[in-house]
């Protein structure tokens, strides 16, 4: 029980967050919304995501990969925590989505900051069960966190819910200060301007890629079915409400229903977790979730659509749990948050470009066309995911790296900078940052 004390501390840090991070999405739609008196207001607020990863993923992860994980963390609950709780000041004004920016500008570099400590504090063994239970937080969040926004409005207004989230939040990052500070490994040589090692570090991401091509193309086949799945659902609601007839209330019961089906697959992928291979995982929960896709898309009743929404609900479970443990067995842990970031940039540019492409379809032709085609395009992208994670080549080559990493930690070698040619500008570096290594 005692090995698990740090990893509990953490899932607990991480559920206190996830249930915020709800009432704050709903708070601050709703605020937005009575303020503007525009849906156009409300779907600026989903653009600002994608367009915070655009503007910070391109360095984020040189930081990452350079200062304490766990400070890097807590200070951006912290920071999080005081933006949200003065958004009630800045709710009349632009000013506000200038803040709601900065905000998902700190959960982008968050994110790849919490992977690489995670991949530092869980034991191989251990990560996929972690994973796991990562998921069933989060499930649980997403049933928890609008019961207790909705409880908020109740008893006074959104306002509230805004102040609980960034309460919740500083609590989060309390807990993230009582985890344990973990090694930072090898120091990472860097010279010259701040631009020029941004520059060095997306060399580094490149010679990675190109050397480990096999397991950035399923990296990138599993993100793009997630792009797939932001981009579809950004016609859930016109979908539910414009074609299928639903009523506010009905759709209502959708989404829970969608929540259901997480917890469901939470559950089982909790339970099984040591029995089921990562790899499959992936591969078939992937399939699966663009199966719940299509019969989403093709539903023509309650029945039919509940059916899909909870289909690709439980099976994204498996696979996010999958992908993630595929992620942190397969990239070296010291060049982690670069190869996170700079991809991630990639996910948030394709996010917006088809969310643009599949809204000029929806008008042009159909809206239940556009949800449709999406679908189709997402099946076939898990197919090609799941018959390349099934070739005996991939598995040997990927384990393979993951002896190479496993090495690396062992002869304590100076990390993946020195795998890159000595003639790049990494092999003609002869100091070390130590700016860029503080801790925050």
């Avoid at 709800?22 to 525009?38: P, T």
């Avoid at 800045?90 to 570099?109: D, E």
């Avoid at 993230?176 to 860097?190: I, S």
């Avoid at 023509?300 to 595929?326: H, K, M, R």
Wanted: aromatic share 12%; net charge neutral; proline share 2%.
């Amino acid at each position: 029980m005692k090995k698990w004390k740090d990893p509990l501390l953490l899932l607990l840090g991480i559920g206190v967050s996830n249930i915020g991070g709800w009432i704050y999405l709903i708070a601050l739609n709703l605020i937005v919304l009575d303020e503007w008196e525009s849906p156009m207001a409300v779907v600026m607020l989903y653009v600002l995501k994608p367009g915070a990863a655009l503007l910070t993923n391109g360095w984020a992860g040189s930081v990452i990969d350079r200062v304490n994980k766990r400070n890097l963390m807590a200070f951006l609950d912290f920071f999080r925590a005081v933006l949200i709780a003065g958004l009630p000041f800045l709710s009349t004004g632009w000013w506000m989505y200038a803040v709601v920016l900065f905000i998902n500008m700190g959960s982008a570099i968050f994110y790849p900051a919490s992977m690489t400590y995670i991949t530092n504090l869980i034991p191989a063994g251990n990560r996929q069960r972690f994973n796991a239970l990562r998921g069933l937080i989060g499930s649980g969040a997403f049933l928890i966190g609008p019961g207790v926004a909705g409880l908020m409005f109740m008893m006074g207004t959104p306002t509230i819910a805004l102040y609980l989230n960034a309460l919740a939040l500083l609590l989060s990052g309390v807990i993230t200060l009582f985890l344990p500070k973990l090694e930072e490994g090898e120091r990472t040589y860097t010279s010259g301007t701040k631009w020029e090692v941004v520059k060095s570090d997306w060399m580094v991401v490149w010679s990675f890629s190109r050397r480990r091509a096999y397991v950035m193309v399923l990296y990138v086949l599993f993100t793009a079915m997630l792009v797939m799945t932001a981009v579809i659902d950004s016609l859930e609601a016109a979908f539910s409400k414009e074609v299928l007839y639903l009523s506010d209330s009905t759709y209502g019961y959708l989404v829970s229903i969608a929540g259901g089906g997480f917890v469901l697959g939470s559950l089982l992928n909790t339970a099984f977790s040591h029995k089921l291979k990562h790899m499959t995982l992936m591969g078939a929960g992937s399939v699966v979730v663009s199966l719940g896709y299509i019969v989403y898309a093709c539903s023509y009743d309650f029945v039919t659509i509940a059916i899909g929404f909870a289909l690709l609900s439980f099976a994204l479970a498996f696979a996010t749990t999958g992908f993630e443990t595929f992620y942190q067995e397969h990239i070296p842990v010291d060049i982690m948050g670069r190869v996170g970031s700079l991809y991630g940039l990639l996910e948030g540019v394709l996010v917006i470009l088809l969310t643009v492409v599949i809204g000029i379809g929806a008008e042009a032709w159909s809206i239940r066309g556009a949800v449709a085609g999406g679908s189709i395009l997402m099946l076939l992208l898990t197919l090609v995911l799941y018959f390349c994670l099934k070739k005996n080549s991939w598995e040997k080559q990927l384990k393979n790296i993951q002896n190479v990493i496993i090495n690396k930690k062992h002869t304590h070698t100076r990390g993946f900078e020195d795998e890159v040619d000595s003639g790049s500008v990494l092999g003609q570096m002869g100091r070390t940052d130590e700016q860029g290594r503080s801790e925050l």
